[in-house]
């Protein structure tokens, strides 16, 4: 499974942007997705993931209310909405795939075995 990410860029404080995952592969709808980020100097950290078997969606507490995750498993794309762009939610931004979770979704990185390259946001004013 290949996935690239898309649709980052420079914004201002209280902007919106919406991130794309394009993935390549069969299958896609029972891969679980996550959307990762990593700030400057920092760790990466779970944001959002999605088990579409069961229609799980998770959420970090620091994206809940203003991100949202959304998926169309027919053109095989996952996409990350945000609002409310704060200048902490900068960092580079990757979606990663896992293959037939059983139950729910986590936001722990090394439970997840396919990565995109990432998409930088700024949030700057």
């Known amino acids: 499974l290949r996935l690239v990410e898309s649709g980052g860029g420079i914004v201002q404080p209280g902007d919106s942007l919406r991130l794309s995952c394009a993935a390549s592969g069969a299958a896609f709808g029972l891969y679980t997705i996550g959307w990762f980020r990593q700030a400057p100097g920092k760790e990466r950290e779970g944001i959002a993931c999605s088990n579409s078997l069961q229609s799980t969606t998770k959420y970090a507490e620091s994206t809940k209310g203003r991100f949202t995750l959304s998926r169309d498993n027919d053109k095989k794309t996952v996409f990350l909405q945000m609002n409310s762009l704060a200048p902490e939610d900068t960092g580079v931004y990757y979606c990663?795939?896992?293959?037939?979770?059983?139950?729910?979704?986590?936001?722990?990185?090394?439970?997840?075995?396919?990565w995109g390259q990432g998409t930088q946001v700024t949030v700057s004013a």
């Open positions: 990663a795939a896992e293959w037939l979770v059983a139950s729910g979704c986590t936001l722990q990185e090394d439970s997840y075995n396919y």
